[in-house]
């Protein structure tokens, strides 16, 4: 599967997060959109899951707004 | 002899931490701490005060509620990772400190969040082996003294208490079936070296994703579904932690307590805290209890209650 803005909002919206995910911003920081620690770790299991992908700790600055999600992703997977 | 759980008493210290209080040095607003880790505040011990002397406090509030001859009470299991001393084990303190007989067993179990599971099985499997009559388990894991207060992955979500459950016979509560787990490639997750550290990426993952499966793996086990179980009592990790099984299992909200907001995740009393307020509901039959965390190490257990 490849990743693309609306399946990555999916997930963001699966992870059930405060913020409307209709509103969020592909280039901004999701931390700086409102999501905490505990968001982004769910969001990035949730990934891992559907992706079938380990995001290792090394990793996390590279998946921190959804482009940088969806091109980390992409890379990963092709 | 039917050995099951008679009675549960609860001892949790006074004093408060105010998590709001630290909230500014965090950066975490108050639906974070309200909502996301689910606690307000953390009840702390008194310094001096070892894990032997919340057991006691424990054990002071048991003899309100039950009549105990402890001349009777032949075996004595403390559950901790804080131990008074490395050496001796901290049950032969508890032993001296609330006069138990000679003839009494007594050790330690060193497990953390699972410790509550992993006791109860022992105790009843080991009393029952070598026919003995009346136990008593207690957990006690002050980990205000191996908390850095400037860590914000740690500082904020424990806090300190005891329990005790007395097993014996004519009980109301037995312990139906439990299964184990271990993750020991994870040890360093939650580790103390000088202080407690975790990873809460990892911690998280670890729960959201092997708790549901292996609660799931136990009902198959059983032959129970959903609707068969009253009450899912689960390690009181973090209200996310919390939430994320119980979303993850897709059970109803009203199955499951939460009650930690104002003292904290107290390790292996957080399950016998709340299984002491169900204790007194009558509608209960059967509770699932799922302890999980250090080792990394799980545990699950069904509970039937003999109204």
Not at chain 1, 48 to 69: G, M, R, T, Y
Not at chain 2, 50 to 60: E, N, P, Q, T, W
Not at chain 2, 61 to 71: A, G, P, R, V
Request: charged fraction near 25%.
């Amino acid at each position: 599967m490849k990743a693309t803005s609306d399946n990555i909002r999916e997930i963001i919206a699966e992870a059930d997060i405060l913020i409307e995910v209709t509103k969020l911003k592909n280039d901004i920081l999701l931390k700086d959109q409102g999501a905490d620690s505990l968001d982004l770790a769910n969001i990035l299991l949730l990934l891992e899951e559907k992706f079938k992908i380990k995001i290792p700790d090394q990793d996390l600055d590279q998946v921190q707004s959804i482009n940088a999600i969806i091109e980390y992703i992409n890379n990963k997977t092709s | 002899m039917n050995l099951g759980l008679k009675q549960i008493a609860v001892y949790l210290p006074d004093k408060r931490i105010s998590n709001l209080k630290f909230k500014n040095n965090f950066n975490f607003d108050n639906d974070f701490i309200n909502n996301k880790i689910g606690v307000k505040e953390r009840a702390i011990k008194e310094k001096n005060e070892k894990s032997s002397d919340l057991c006691v406090k424990a054990f002071k509030n048991l003899i309100k509620k039950e009549i105990i001859d402890t001349s009777t009470i032949d075996c004595c299991i403390v559950i901790t990772q804080n131990p008074d001393y490395k050496i001796p084990h901290t049950s032969s303190i508890v032993h001296n400190k609330i006069e138990l007989p000679d003839n009494c067993a007594c050790f330690d179990i060193s497990l953390g969040c699972s410790g509550y599971v992993y006791g109860l099985s022992n105790i009843i499997s080991f009393m029952r082996f070598n026919n003995l009559k009346n136990g008593l388990l207690f957990t006690s894991d002050p980990y205000s003294d191996i908390i850095n207060e400037n860590d914000k992955n740690t500082a904020p979500i424990f806090g300190d208490a005891a329990t005790v459950t007395y097993i014996s016979e004519n009980s109301k509560i037995f312990l139906k079936d439990a299964i184990f787990g271990t993750s020991g490639k994870n040890f360093q997750d939650l580790i103390c070296k000088d202080y407690l550290y975790m990873n809460g990426r990892s911690i998280f993952n670890f729960t959201a994703t092997m708790i549901p499966q292996h609660i799931k793996k136990l009902l198959i086990k059983n032959n129970l579904e959903d609707f068969d179980i009253d009450k899912y009592i689960f390690h009181q990790g973090s209200k996310y932690i919390v939430d994320t099984i119980c979303k993850r299992l897709k059970i109803n909200k009203f199955k499951v307590p939460f009650d930690m907001l104002n003292y904290g995740n107290t390790v292996s009393s957080s399950i016998p805290i709340i299984l002491e307020k169900e204790m007194k509901n009558d509608s209960l039959k059967k509770c699932v209890i799922s302890g999980f965390g250090v080792g990394l190490s799980w545990g699950s257990a069904i509970l039937q209650f003999h109204q």
